[in-house]
């Protein structure tokens, strides 16, 4: 089992967890991921880690809460435990002096960027981070990502807070502000890596992107997570989860990402059900 | 006292019948298909061994179990006997009574087999450790510690077997497992239907009894490497059974669509995440009308008759020889004929048709027929120009076979591996290229059978022991 020592609600539905898993927090790189179960029904989630303490054998993630099992997960208090927590999965960040970078965080991507600039940084790289949410309310860590970066800039989608427009308007700004810019991070839900992608390719700059599949073991075996790269199938729990953004099949990513919708669905109502029904009548709040 | 005349002894020409499931009715749920026999049956199908001295079935058994010792036993009701004997040998004997292929191992070297059916060896050693598991485990004898220390990775058929030898010879045995609960390819390859996950978990729960401890959600390769366990590990010796986790697929276009699942995915989904329980269990799965699955051996047969019991109307077998060349087990085709499973022999596909939103609606097939024998020495499946039809489904299973999980050999300096990414390992010691460092299983013969990655386990077992004396 293994404990949650810290929990900050960053927004309504999105949440920080800090989990004590020494043996992962050892190893852990920028870039890699861990597998979660909440209990013994649990499925296996994958989230990407979003730092890592060595010295109290610790692993942060953040996550927004979506489905049933990261609302269950988001109903979990300091000092409650996970049934299962593995990793660090997946391939690290390449991590090399390029001169000067650009790591664009989208959302709740923010978190996972945030180490990859934070290596990069620490290489010599000079490092411009672009973060970007729908909204004020869902921008966090925006003082732990101007200490990972050089030069910050945010924005958001509504101009609730800094500049409005998306994170593509800052980039395509700072491409064309500063030639020289050895390769860009990008993190973030599926369209806006594939926007970054497209406004890169462009310019011909180098993109790696993180790719969150639908996984099971997370260890090679199932083939759940496989994208293609370039015309190639490749597992991204293996492989990956970081790819050359200009190789990547978003359409075909898209579409596997809803395979489960209408069942995930099901489930959230389900759950969402059973806890709006909290019990009065002594059954337990259970089943129907 | 008159000397009587001793009856010559009339033998039953055929096995005991084993009672199942009605096929219609167990092809649409989970219970186990096969019920075990009855005492009554045990002891009468014991009384058909012949206790031939030369006990020529022992040859057939990978973990040399002393097989007419312990029928001998059954024979006379000594249940308790029995399974001690059985266990001096074998770790998982209500797993091996239940899938392991006797049919071409122990009874297939059975005397009585020349004349009449064998003796039905697998049910009697499923009896003796359905017996144990409902009357209470009987204490091992356990050397005492030898103050050394095995690294096990892998925690499926060959490192639990490997385990469970050295623990008893009193080495201190600890085995990391990948996954969250222990047992490999019996947890979440082979359906609940043939092997309860329950039986797996009591028989595991028999070696943490002999001190083997078990670290959960260990991906050895990732949390720690091989060289770092044994250098500062505190490891004297290791054996890596890491199985054949990589699934291949046919490389055919529309391989990626939606709805096309590799058996692994299938039967994992289903068996270690208990999908066919969803909404109760989390994980779920989409099985729909028509499912094809790709593939002759017993992994397509497990994902064929899984399909029909989450709902699938239609459950194909889609081989690209004939049905004398399947690769699957007879007793796993013929249950799978009983529940309604449906045959496609000679047909292979050649792309995966889909519609607007990515899922498959169809599969183009090509017919095949069966040319000159090939280096396997079955006749090889030759395409028939033209042939070209569409198959009506909406789900395709790729159980077309595994290759060896990466995670090890990609992350471990000096440790030999063949060009399909195999580690090598010596038949007789299963010795690899690292001292002190020792594999079997599929990760090493690519994918076999249980029973035959539990010899591998006891081979290197025997090694490890010696190597760790000579470290003396």
Request: proline share 6%; with cysteine.
């Amino acid at each position: 089992m293994y404990r949650v020592v810290k929990k900050e609600v960053l927004a309504p539905t999105l949440n920080l967890f800090e989990i004590e898993a020494p043996l992962v927090a050892r190893k852990a790189m920028a870039g890699q991921f861990i597998i979660l179960r909440v209990d013994e029904e649990g499925e296996r989630i994958p989230l990407t880690i979003a730092d890592y303490d060595r010295g109290k054998g610790t692993i942060t993630c953040v996550f927004q809460e979506v489905g049933k099992t990261t609302k269950e997960l988001g109903a979990l208090s300091e000092g409650d435990y996970l049934q299962d927590f593995v990793g660090p999965l997946g391939m690290p960040s390449h991590v090399e002096n390029f001169g000067r970078v650009v790591c664009v965080g989208g959302g709740v991507g923010v978190a996972p960027v945030f180490p990859i600039a934070r290596a990069l940084k620490e290489t010599g790289n000079e490092v411009i981070g672009i973060m970007g949410a729908r909204t004020k309310d869902l921008l966090f860590w925006e003082e732990k990502m101007g200490s990972a970066c050089n030069e910050l800039h945010v924005i958001t989608d509504d101009g609730s807070y800094m500049r409005k427009g998306f994170v593509t308007d800052v980039l395509r700004e700072v491409i064309e502000e500063k030639k020289d810019i050895g390769l860009c991070v990008a993190i973030g839900p599926l369209p806006m890596m594939r926007a970054v992608c497209d406004l890169t390719r462009e310019y011909g700059l180098k993109t790696v992107v993180s790719l969150n599949s639908i996984m099971v073991d997370g260890t090679g075996m199932c083939g759940c997570c496989r994208v293609s790269i370039g015309g190639e199938t490749k597992f991204a729990c293996v492989d990956g989860p970081e790819f050359d953004g200009h190789q990547v099949d978003f359409a075909e990513m898209a579409r596997r990402a809803v395979i489960y919708k209408p069942l995930e669905q099901q489930a959230l109502s389900r759950f969402v059900e059973k806890q709006e029904h909290s019990c009065v009548c002594g059954c337990g709040g259970g089943e129907k | 006292m008159t000397q009587e005349k001793k009856p010559k002894k009339t033998i039953a020409p055929k096995k005991n019948p084993m009672p199942s499931q009605d096929p219609v009715q167990r092809a649409r749920n989970f219970d186990e298909v096969t019920l075990g026999y009855s005492e009554e049956a045990v002891v009468a199908e014991a009384k058909r061994c012949l206790q031939c001295k030369n006990a020529p079935c022992r040859r057939g058994c990978p973990v040399e179990v002393d097989i007419p010792a312990f029928i001998a036993l059954v024979a006379k009701r000594d249940f308790a006997g029995a399974i001690k004997k059985l266990k001096e040998k074998n770790a998982l004997p209500a797993v091996c009574g239940r899938v392991c292929p006797q049919e071409s191992q122990c009874e297939k070297y059975c005397t009585l087999g020349k004349k009449h059916e064998p003796v039905a060896i697998g049910r009697i050693e499923r009896f003796c450790a359905d017996w144990e598991l409902a009357n209470g485990v009987l204490p091992q004898e356990v050397e005492p510690p030898t103050g050394k220390k095995v690294a096990v990775v892998g925690s499926g058929p060959s490192g639990l077997t490997c385990a469970a030898d050295l623990a008893k010879l009193g080495h201190k045995v600890n085995v990391f497992e990948a996954l969250h609960v222990p047992g490999g390819v019996l947890m979440y390859g082979i359906p609940e239907f043939r092997l309860p996950k329950k039986v797996v978990q009591a028989e595991i729960s028999n070696l943490k009894n002999l001190g083997v401890d078990i670290e959960v959600n260990a991906v050895v390769g990732k949390f720690a490497v091989v060289d770092e366990l044994l250098n500062g590990g505190g490891y004297d010796a290791m054996f890596i059974g890491t199985g054949a986790g990589l699934p291949y697929f046919m490389n055919i276009p529309g391989e990626n669509a939606c709805g096309v699942y590799s058996a692994n995915e299938f039967l994992t989904r289903t068996n270690l995440m208990k999908a066919y329980r969803f909404p109760e269990a989390d994980t779920p799965i989409r099985v729909g009308r028509k499912v094809a699955v790709l593939g002759g051996g017993n992994v397509a047969m497990d994902a064929a008759r899984t399909a029909l019991r989450l709902g699938a109307e239609e459950s194909w077998i889609v081989y690209r020889r004939s049905k004398n060349e399947l690769p699957a087990r007879h007793e796993e085709v013929d249950h799978a004929e009983e529940e309604g499973v449906k045959f496609a022999f000679l047909t292979s596909p050649t792309r995966i048709i889909y519609n607007d939103d990515y899922w498959v609606t169809a599969m183009e097939c090509l017919q095949y027929e069966l040319g000159e024998p090939d280096d396997s020495g079955r006749r090889r499946p030759v395409p028939i120009p033209g042939s070209e039809f569409v198959m009506d489904v909406d789900t395709v299973v790729v159980a077309i076979g595994q290759g060896p999980n990466p995670l090890v050999p990609r992350t471990t300096k000096n440790l030999a591996c063949n060009k399909r990414g195999n580690i090598v390992a010596d038949t007789e010691t299963g010795a690899t290229s690292k001292p002190g460092v020792y594999a079997g299983g599929d990760v090493v013969t690519g994918a076999a059978t249980v029973i035959l990655a539990m010899g591998a386990g006891r081979t290197a077992a025997k090694s490890i022991h010696a190597y760790l004396n000579g470290k003396n």
